[in-house]
T-cell receptor, first 109, second 111 residues
Framework: QKEVEQDPGPLSVPEGAIVSLNCTYS??????FMWYRQYSRKGPELLMY????GNKEDGRFTAQVDKSSKYISLFIRDSQPSDSATYLC?????????FGPGTRLSVLP | GAGVSQSPRYKVAKRGQDVALRCDPI?????LFWYQQALGQGPEFLTY????????KSGLPSDRFFAERPEGSVSTLKIQRTQQEDSAVYLC?????????FGPGTRLTVL
């Protein structure tokens, strides 16, 4: 079992849809949880960075962490074609960062 | 620019050649990370520096891989005697207080 599991997709949704992206993890030592967006031929770009269980909202993005279930989610409201990218979850303890394989999202106009 | 830069952006090497990949982190960032990203996969950790000290190199896949950051700023990842399985995107990230900022990566293709 990999430390971080993520549905690779691809996921296609119509413009305006609510998107739900999810990751599970096995290592309870992880303390920090992140979501990155990666466009083709670009480096990952940090979207959300959370520490505690619960929700964190930033514009159209909401990150949710459930440490008891070892499950994190990213919700995108009113999705736009410009949101089409690969979304990577990442987890950290100390200076150890572990990434999921990424979910490729396409938002169709 | 204020971001992490990497060079070259693309590198094609013949099997057996040595390559050197450069990373310029964000000024003042203490921590620097190298990752390898295969097609369709997430970044896999290679090595980590705090200033000039290489504190973790557990992710380097073989002794053909070597990284340095002699003055605590620019870092170089060197791969000796490249093999086809080394073909990947090599990402560099720097951080100051936990949040990582990535460069655009170097796409290495070994023929």
């Amino acid at each position: 079992q990999k430390e971080v599991e993520q549905d690779p997709g691809p996921l296609s949704v119509p413009e305006g849809a609510i998107v739900s992206l999810n990751c599970t993890y096995s290592n309870s030592a992880f303390q920090y949880f992140m979501w990155y967006r990666q466009y083709s031929r670009k480096g990952p770009e940090l979207l959300m960075y959370t520490y505690s269980s619960g929700n964190k909202e930033d514009g159209r993005f909401t990150a949710q962490v459930d440490k008891s279930s070892k499950y994190i989610s990213l919700f995108i409201r009113d999705s736009q074609p410009s949101d089409s990218a690969t979304y990577l979850c990442a987890m950290r303890y100390g200076q150890n960062f572990v990434f999921g394989p990424g979910t490729r999202l396409s938002v169709l106009p | 620019g204020a971001g992490v830069s990497q060079s070259p952006r693309y590198k094609v090497a013949k099997r057996g050649q040595d390559v050197a990949l450069r990373c310029d982190p964000i000024s003042g960032h203490v921590s620097l990370f190298w990752y390898q990203q295969a097609l369709g996969q997430g970044p896999e950790f290679l090595t980590y520096f705090q200033n000039e000290a290489q504190l973790d190199k557990s992710g380097l896949p073989s002794d053909r891989f070597f990284a340095e950051r002699p003055e605590g700023s620019v870092s170089t990842l060197k791969i000796q005697r490249t093999q086809q399985e080394d073909s990947a995107v090599y990402l560099c990230a720097s951080s100051l207080e936990g949040e990582q900022f990535f460069g655009p990566g170097t796409r290495l293709t070994v023929l």
